[in-house]
């Protein structure tokens, strides 16, 4: 529990156009004070999850292959925060 205390996490869904999951799309952050980042694969459901990460500001983007890529900027993390970024992803062209 003491690491959560300085800490934040950021989880979330992606999803296509429909709104069904999009299973294996790869989700990056980048801590836009830091340089700090990280990668993850969404699961079945959709899901992602990054915990522990350093607080700031951070920068989310959302990528799988058939969809264009989605990004959301000016994302605070603060400590003990769970930030939810849901992303519903366009079909390319």
Do not use: C, H, M, W
């Amino acid at each position: 529990g003491q690491a959560s205390a300085i800490n934040g996490q950021i989880v979330g869904t992606v999803l296509d156009a429909s709104g069904s999951t999009v299973s294996g799309a790869t989700v990056r952050i980048l801590n836009t004070n830091t340089g700090f980042t990280q990668e993850a694969q969404t699961e079945s459901s959709g899901l992602y999850r990054f915990g522990l990460l350093p607080l700031g500001n951070y920068e989310v983007t959302a990528q799988a292959p058939g969809f264009s890529v989605a990004k959301r900027v000016g994302i605070p993390v603060n400590a003990g925060a769970t930030v939810t970024i849901d992303f519903a992803l366009a079909v390319s062209a």
